[in-house]
C-alpha cells in the first residue's frame, strides 16, 4: 500500500538497517524502543492485522516463530526472557494498520500492561 510506513520500510523506500531479511519478512529496530531491546518482525506483505490472515499467509508464522528465536538469541535476550506482543486493532493500541510482532526484551516486563 503505498501510504503505509512498513511497506515502505518492506519495499526499501525508507533506508533502514535490517537485523534480517528474506523474501517474505523484514525485522528492525522500533523507532520508540520501549524496553533495551525492541525490534519488529513485519510480513513484506501488507496484512492489515492478525484478524486478516488468509490460509497463505498463515505460513508466514512458523518462519517468524523462527526469527524470533534467532534475533533473541543473537541480541542476548532469549536467556533472560522476552515478550512478543501484536497489538490488534483500536483496543490493542495498533497504530500502525499492517501486521508486525514487537519483541521486547533486556529489562523485566510488567505485567498486565496498561
Ligand atoms: P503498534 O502501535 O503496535 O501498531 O506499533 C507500531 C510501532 O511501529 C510503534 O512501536 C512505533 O514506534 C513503530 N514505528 C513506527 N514507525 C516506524 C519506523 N519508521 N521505523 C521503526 N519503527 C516504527
Ligand atoms: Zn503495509
Partial sequence: MA??????????????????QDEHLVAFKDINPQAPVHFLVVPKKHIP??????DDDVKLLPAIQKIIVQLTGELGIAEGGFRVVVNTGNHGGQTVPHLHFHVLGGRLLDWPPG
Fill in 3 to 20: 501510504e503505509c510506513v512498513f511497506c515502505k520500510i518492506a519495499g526499501g523506500e525508507i533506508p533502514t538497517e535490517f537485523l534480517y
Fill in 49 to 54: 492485522n492478525l484478524l486478516a490472515i488468509n
